[in-house]
Structures are given as structure tokens and as C-alpha cells.
């Protein structure tokens, strides 16, 4: 025993030692992270190593910045890396169109009862003019998400699992076409009606992906999906709404159902994200 301290004193100095430790490492966190919220990883893939291996249903926050090369790879270890690349990505992209949702939701709410301030009619002319409507209800309900299955089967689809020339060179992984000179994009090698094709490019997989549900959510094409998307779940019955996003039509569909099925992704419609910091993620 330590000299001077009997017993009953040596605990009183560990608990407080104890307490001490817990307050200091309490501060030591940002002031903007919550406990057990983690920072979200942004990742440059260099080879397989530097992806995170998907496990369970809980999805680690990581945002990569490209897509490797998986033409080398054997068909199961292209498919599960690609998954693994794309699922985070999805997650975090439904994740801002649903506070998205949110503040459409609050700002509808606030509307009826007269208590708009300057902030909130400067959202409300963004945001209706962007879906070219004046009906807050119908953007609420085009901003409801689906099945992460079919998302996954339509990157699968239209980037060939990760391989093709857009999705390597600019990350665009659902065919995404560019109609304004001004943004980020890739000329295609076929033109069409005699003028050069271009597609979108992204500086990551998350912006490819939120730029897909963006499109999902404002296209006239996609209407009767948003509709049927708000009353079911069910990805064998939503992807017959999905006709629209390729000239093949109900072939599209098909491949589509396929790819589901013998994939099993519809395993993946439960997972979610861990809790984690979005600090400037969200930011449009």
C-alpha cells in the first residue's frame, strides 16, 4: 500500500483519476462530432487492399474517389469489390436526398402556418424551380427513396460491374448523359444524328450516385416509378416502371430482374450506414 493512503483513500484517487480521464478525452473531441459518430473516409484506390470489405449490415462511411480497373479480376472477386465500392456510396447519396426531403417537409409545414423567414423563401424558389413545380407535396414524394437493389443492378448494368470507359475515366457509373459545355464530361467515341455524344464526370462514386437519384427524382420519364416507388418496396415490381432509362425498353427490365436475382442483391435493401460525422458532405 502507498504510504500515508489506507485503502478507502487509494479508491477515492482511482475513481477521480478515472473521472479526470474521461472529462479530458470528452474535450478532446471535436465539438461537432457526437459520440460514436465516425469520420467519413475519402479514399484514392490504389489496388483491392484499400477497399473496405462489406460485412454484416452495418456499412463503414467511405466515399472513394475512383474505380480500378476490374477487368483482371476472376466474375465473383470484380462483382464483390464493385459492390463494396458502390454500397457506402449509396448509402450517403440516399442519405442527403432524405434530409433533402426533410427540409422540403419542414418548409411545407412552415408555409401553412405563415412562418417563413428570408433563409426559407430562398430555399423554397431553389427547390421549386429545380423540380419546376409549385406543389411541395408532389417533391416530397419525388424525393422518396427505393430499393438499394435496383440501384445496384443499374450501376452493374451500365457500367458493366465497374469496367467500362466512363466509369473508369470519370467515374460515371449510371450513363449519365452531359448536355451543358460548362460542367465536368467525356466525349463519347459514337455520336448520334451526326453530334458528338457527352457523360457526365464526377470526382467521386458519391457524386455519380447522387446525381443518379437526382435524375430519378426530377425526369418526367421516371414519374410513374416515383409513384409506384411511394406506395411499395418491392424491386421485382418497381423495376417494371424503370423501362424508360434504356432503349432497350423492357429487355432493359429484364437484365435488370435478372441481375437481382442471380446476384441476391436484394440481401443488401436492409443495410445501413454507421453513424457518422457529414460535415460538408451534404452541402450543394
Given at each position: 500500500m502507498i504510504k500515508g493512503l489506507n485503502l478507502r483513500n487509494l479508491l477515492i484517487l482511482i475513481v477521480i483519476t478515472l473521472y479526470?480521464?474521461?472529462?479530458?478525452?470528452?474535450?478532446?473531441k471535436p465539438k461537432n462530432m457526437c459520440a460514436g459518430e465516425l469520420a467519413v473516409k475519402y479514399v484514392e484506390i490504389t489496388d483491392t487492399d484499400s477497399i473496405k470489405h462489406i460485412v454484416g449490415s452495418e456499412v463503414y462511411p467511405v466515399i472513394y474517389k475512383n474505380i480500378p480497373n476490374l477487368s483482371e479480376l476472376d466474375k465473383?472477386?470484380?462483382?464483390?469489390?464493385?459492390?463494396?465500392?458502390?454500397?457506402?456510396?449509396?448509402l450517403m447519396a440516399e442519405e442527403?436526398?432524405?434530409?433533402?426531403?426533410?427540409?422540403?417537409?419542414?418548409?411545407k409545414q412552415k408555409a401553412i402556418e405563415g412562418d417563413l423567414n428570408h433563409q426559407d423563401s430562398i430555399f423554397l424558389k431553389r427547390v421549386t424551380k429545380e423540380y419546376r413545380t409549385d406543389s411541395l407535396q408532389y417533391i416530397v414524394e419525388s424525393l422518396h427513396s427505393h430499393p438499394l437493389s435496383i440501384t445496384l443492378a443499374q450501376a452493374a448494368i451500365e457500367s458493366g460491374w465497374g469496367t467500362s470507359r466512363f466509369c473508369q475515366e470519370a467515374n460515371n457509373v449510371f450513363g449519365i448523359w452531359s448536355y451543358n459545355t460548362s460542367e465536368k464530361r467525356v466525349r463519347a467515341n459514337n455520336a448520334r444524328g451526326g453530334k458528338a455524344i457527352y457523360l457526365r464526370k464526377y470526382d467521386s462514386v458519391f457524386e455519380s450516385v447522387y446525381n443518379y437519384l437526382e435524375t430519378i427524382s426530377r425526369v418526367h420519364s421516371y414519374?410513374?416509378?416515383?409513384?409506384?416507388?411511394?406506395?411499395?418496396?418491392?424491386?421485382?415490381?418497381?423495376?417494371?416502371h424503370?423501362?424508360?432509362?434504356?432503349?432497350?425498353?423492357?429487355?432493359?427490365?429484364?437484365?435488370?430482374?435478372?441481375?437481382?436475382?442471380?446476384?441476391?442483391l436484394n440481401r443488401y435493401d436492409s443495410v445501413e450506414l454507421m453513424p457518422f460525422k457529414s460535415d460538408g458532405i451534404f452541402i450543394d
Open positions: 479526470v480521464s474521461l472529462v479530458l478525452n470528452f474535450l478532446s465473383d472477386e470484380k462483382k464483390r469489390i464493385f459492390l463494396d465500392i458502390m454500397i457506402p456510396s449509396i442527403k436526398i432524405k434530409l433533402k426531403q426533410d427540409s422540403v417537409i419542414q418548409i414519374n410513374k416509378f416515383r409513384k409506384a416507388r411511394s406506395k411499395s418496396d418491392n424491386p421485382y415490381q418497381l423495376i417494371w424503370l423501362s424508360n432509362y434504356s432503349e432497350r425498353r423492357y429487355e432493359y427490365v429484364k437484365s435488370l430482374r435478372d441481375i437481382i436475382e442471380h446476384n441476391q
